[in-house]
Structure formats: C-alpha cells, structure tokens
C-alpha cells in the first residue's frame, strides 16, 4: 500500500471516528467502528484513478484535436473537421491524414519526410523548345556562358559534324565579336568523331559479316550454357576465355575488339557452331571471313 493511501486511511479512520462517536452515543463502539472503516475505504481512490491521464505521444494525434466543445473526448481532424472515436487506431488516422498530403513521421523512422520533391524553381520548369536547332543550342551556350562570365574567357567549342552545330559555332563566334570583342573564339571538329566516320564508311563494305558477327556474340552473351560451352572447348584448346560481347554502333575500336576476340577463340567457335545448329546459321562463312580480314 502507498504512502498515500495510508495517510488518508488514517485520516478518514480519526476524524469519522470521532464523528460517529459524538452522534451515535447509543450505539456499540465496536459496530461504530466498523461502519466507519468500511466507508473510508470506499471514499479512498483506486490505484487507477491515482495514474495521471495518458499523453499521446505519437505524431498522429498533432494533427487531431480532443478538446472542441462540441466534440469532448473525440478526434477531430485540425484539416477538415472529420470526427473519429477516441479508440480509433493509429492507421485509420494515418490514412486519412494521406488525404491531406501529410505524412506523420513514425517512431522508428530512419529519414526525414521534410524534403523538396522538385529540384527546380518554377522558372526552370517552364516549357521551352525542344528541338535542338542551331538557334536553340547557340542560346543555351550564351545564356551559360553570361551566367558565369566566361564571355572574354571561352577560345574554343569542340563538337561533333552535326550540322546545327556547325550553325551554332558560327553564330556563337559572332556574337561573342560583337558584344565582347572575343576575336580568337575558333570552332574544331572531335578528331575521334571523324575517325568514328571514316571507320564506319569502311566497315559498310563488310557490313553483312559485321552485322552476323553482332548477332553471334549477342546469342553467345545472351545464354548461360553457351557461355559454358565455350569457357570449356577454350580450356580444351588452351585458350585463354574472353567474354563474348557485341560492338556498339558508334565506338568504331568496339567493333574492332569484337572481331579480335572471334580470332583469338576461332578455334572454340568452330567447335561450338559444330555442336549447336543455332550457333551455325550465325557462324561467318569463308567469304565473310575474307572481307573481315
């Protein structure tokens, strides 16, 4: 028993003591007493009612409130006005709080929910012109270079043959003589873009037995067992195992690499196209194997 309750034991049990002496001096002390004991303990509160009222802790109940006058005791959204039951549980509110676009962060919650979802100001999502005209990219390159006033600063733009491009260079190159007397601005095309060009030129001479060559080491790459097979008719034949992958169309050194792994695994391949029928209607044939070379 708590301290409490003891002290208003005793104090109950004193003074109506004395109360019902003084009143009822004809009755028996001992059924006096009794009485008196048996209705101080009922006025004496429980140990529940001693707990102080329970606090929600929970984000949840931020966003309700339990005390409007006309709703006492009930949950009532701060939003909308939406009245709950106090034994609501904490999903049902967290899914009406979803209607409203708010997320209630959880106990347990590792990030913040408090985050900018669009990285860019209005300005910047206005709609603009896509295309990619010699106008457009000359204007996107000035409004660049304004913005980090490199106008006096920039000697030289390097690109592609793309002919906008070639367009925009010029305009650029006058713009930046007209407006901040940048005379030594020039223009260069990428060497690896033109020797990208000329290789591909080349390589149309031979592009049916290119294109079986691409198709092959696709099927090869695409298939586990494939891959299998020919990591052991490698190791039969002692050659070192290079993974099969196709070129890319516009690295020319890739379609090179590819040709130079079908040579140095030809005898494996020649097996593994012996072994699968599927293999051997992608297999390059003498003719093609002359026009590679």
């Known amino acids: 028993m708590s301290e409490d309750i003891q002290t208003n034991l005793e104090y109950y049990d004193k003074e109506m003591f004395q109360d019902k002496i003084t009143d009822t001096s004809d009755t028996n002390v001992v059924d006096s007493f009794s009485q008196v004991l048996e209705s101080s303990l009922s006025n004496i509160p429980t140990v529940n009612q001693l707990k102080k009222p329970k606090k929600h802790r929970l984000s949840v109940w931020l966003h309700f409130n339990t005390e409007t006058a006309k709703y006492f005791g009930k949950l009532v959204c701060r939003k909308c006005e939406q009245v709950y039951k106090s034994s609501t549980g904490v999903s049902t509110l967290r899914k009406h709080l979803e209607n409203h676009q708010i997320q209630a962060p959880k106990k347990k919650q590792a990030t913040l929910q408090i985050y900018r979802k669009d990285p860019y100001n209005e300005q910047e999502q206005q709609k603009r012109d ?28 390097t690109t592609d043959n793309e002919s906008a491009v070639v367009v925009c260079s010029r305009l650029l190159a006058k713009e ?26 080349e390589l149309i001479m031979a592009g049916l037995a290119v294109n079986k060559m691409r198709q092959l080491m696709a099927k090869i790459k695409a298939s586990v067992c494939l891959c299998d097979e020919l990591r052991a008719l490698c190791d039969l034949k002692g050659i070192k195992y290079l993974k099969a992958k196709p070129d890319i169309e516009i690295r020319w050194n890739s379609t090179y690499y590819m040709l130079q792994k079908f040579k140095n695994m030809e005898l494996a391949l020649n097996l593994l196209s012996v072994n699968n029928n599927s293999i051997s209607e992608l297999y390059s044939n003498y003719d093609d194997q002359q026009k590679l070379q």
């Open 176 to 201: 930046l003589e007209n407006k901040f007397n940048n005379i030594g601005f020039s223009h260069y095309k990428c060497a690896i873009h033109v020797l990208n060009l000329v290789a591909k030129q």
């Open 130 to 157: 896509e295309k990619h005209t010699d106008v457009n990219i000359s204007e996107a390159i000035s409004f660049i270079l304004n913005k980090f006033k490199l106008n006096n600063k920039i000697m030289a733009l």
